[in-house]
């Protein structure tokens, strides 16, 4: 009686994460096959970004890569992996590592300038089966990524003072809450929150905050709220479930990020991905500069499920939503069955078992 | 132990059904291009009988859910000669049209509109999907067909003419040109050799049937790619070859060249007669179908009868450039006057396809918003049109479906 239990028990629990049957009808030639430039990246990057290749190669995905390997102590991303990208238009990469102090500046953010890709997205959320400390969670943070802190303006203005630049721009404000307030109206969100500081930073951020309040007078529907960023820390670890969409600049968009990916299972599960007019490059969501320390490349037992899942907003971007359900699915059934899982997740699974599961569980 | 699982096992039961019959939007990782929430403008064209109601309903729901299109309305008649100049070039400039039925005369001269447009856009792919809706009784379960029909040629290739009073032949005419102008002008050959030859006479017609290689190519690889994209198992050949081993064997021979290429779908062929039984008898075995013009008709209306009936089913055409959503089967039927004049149309199809039209444009998350809203609305139940055996108008089914709107 309680062996038959168990089984209609392990029945009802896997038809929680059923793939849903979507109406849709393709153009005559969607089919036809991607071409999407991977940078595989340092550290863990290779690990992960094979992980993608298997399961891509596995679900006999419409896509295929081309390869380019990219250091972080290259001074420059190579002419031809740029020209490849726009080319493809898409690119899926692992994270480059980027020197602290020294002279060379980080490869992950030089791409996203020479690309424009002004808005980097990380989506946030509880995934069913993996026990946190925080219930519902459901944040979207949407970055701004080409200036602020990161515009890399320092200079020495007497030995032993260093000045260092934040620009906050009208241009770049604006489309950063233009692009956040179009993201809520096209995924039926609810609210936008713009995160600041401008109670000190009264010119920089409150330029930031004039813009978004701009934006959301063209949406009636949505609502706007703003939120100094450092009570907003507080709010993300006390009540997370009080915020939907967030807009941030970019230094605190990067703790933002982090914090909330930190709340709802960890950097290693959080799917994301940077885009601009022209391009979009995915990668793991939030720190996704991390390559992980050396002794995890040399046990293997990087996390895959963060560029699992962005490969998934991929295909999505991609306009091949099937494959992309098909993935999330087999993913999320991966995570709820709680077997197979790596050490950030608290088990003992190496990369190469979480994408044989994976592999397993495709329909 | 035993008895304790039992009762954690009815809750979790009760749970589940709970949960699925307030079927849940899924939260969809998604990163749009900036710029994608621009509005788009769709043609619309309401069309004869039930047509304006149920295009009405599209609009109303449209405007509820804030959505990023907008529609450009003509009106056009069965009884037009052409369709007008005006709305070819608006459905050519928006590329997505959204339609009701247009009134087809019986007999008479007048060619049908809704298959002149199919012919002057090249909508080449009819494309119906039947399925079981959750909480809909129906006779048969586990129905999840979609029946993917060639639109341009087959019998409907207009080509008729009077042999002798009283007579009808159906001749098929088998070319295998690849180059669709060459045909048009071997077709218009055709015609003119019968008609001008000594051999008939009035009281006797002929219909020409035409299947080409570059059709059944094109449609077979536009079913075969659809199922590829959206992860079914196995596609269906309907034929006939055993009597018309010539025309229907052309399609058949185009199908098993395409389906070399796809060699993770299974592909296999079914004689329509045993086709048409075995969708009443065992539906479950069917996934995608691929037909010529014709049994497509009949196979996309026996497969939406089954699944709960030509009101509820979504379809539309497509073309490589262009697509028509309409009702999916039987689209051409403009239903009874008893129904428009009492208000009672099923408006469930057409929003059906409308969501389907939304993911067309790349709006997934209203599209999903609008499929889970139609779906909540039916599995509740307590408001039906007549044709799913309740007795609600059509404005009060539109009234619910945009107060279950998330």
Redesign the interface.
């Known amino acids: ?2 062996r038959r ?2 089984t ?2 392990e029945n ?1 629990a896997n ?2 994460t059923q ?13 036809a096959p991607r071409a999407v430039t991977l940078i595989p990246g340092d550290g863990i990057g290779p690990l992960v970004t094979n992980a993608v290749e298997q399961v891509m190669e596995a679900m ?1 995905a ?1 896509i295929y890569f081309e390869k380019y390997d990219v250091q972080g102590e290259m001074s420059r991303v190579p002419a031809e992996v740029m020209e490849s990208i726009r080319k493809n238009k898409v690119c899926l990469k692992g994270g480059l590592k980027t020197p602290v102090g020294g002279g060379v500046s980080s490869l992950n953010v030089q791409l996203r300038k020479e690309l424009d890709l ?2 980097s ?1 990380v ?1 946030c ?1 509880n995934l069913p089966g993996l026990p946190t400390r925080h219930e519902n969670v ?1 944040i979207v943070v949407i970055r701004e990524n080409t200036e602020g802190e990161y515009a890399g303006l320092e200079h020495e203005v007497v030995p032993g003072v260093v000045e260092s630049l934040k620009v906050i721009t009208k241009f770049c404000s604006e ?1 950063i809450a ?2 956040a307030f ?2 809520a ?4 969100r609810k609210k936008v929150t713009a995160v600041h500081k401008a109670n000190i930073m009264k010119l920089a951020d409150g330029l930031f905050l004039e813009s978004c309040r701009e934006v959301a007078k063209k949406y009636p ?1 949505i609502t706007y709220n703003e939120i100094i960023v450092d009570n907003c820390c507080m709010q993300l670890v006390a009540k997370p479930e009080q915020f939907d969409v967030m807009v941030t600049p970019n230094l605190y968009g990067n703790l933002v990020a982090n914090t909330a990916a930190g709340i709802a299972g960890g950097t290693g599960v959080m ?1 994301g ?1 940077n ?3 022209d391009h ?1 490059v ?1 990668e793991q969501g939030a720190s996704a500069g991390n390559v992980g320390k050396d002794s995890i490349v040399r046990k293997n037992k990087a996390n895959p499920v963060a560029l699992l ?1 962005s490969s ?2 991929m295909l ?2 991609l ?5 992309a359900d ?1 993935l ?1 699915t087999a993913v999320k059934r991966v995570i709820s069955e709680g077997k197979c899982r790596t050490k950030d997740l608290g088990g003992q699974s190496t990369t190469q078992e979480v994408v044989d599961a994976v592999i397993a569980k495709l ?1």
Do not use: I
Request: no cysteine; charged share 20%.
């Open positions: 009686m309680s239990s168990l209609l028990l009802l038809s929680r793939t849903r049957s979507v109406t849709y009808m393709p153009r005559p030639g969607d089919g006999h419409p002004f808005a997205l989506n959320f459901d489309r233009k692009y179009e993201y109206y096209l995924n039926n529907g799917p991905g885009v601009g007019a979009a995915f899942l998934a907003m999505r971007h306009q091949f939503p099937s494959f098909r999330e329909e």
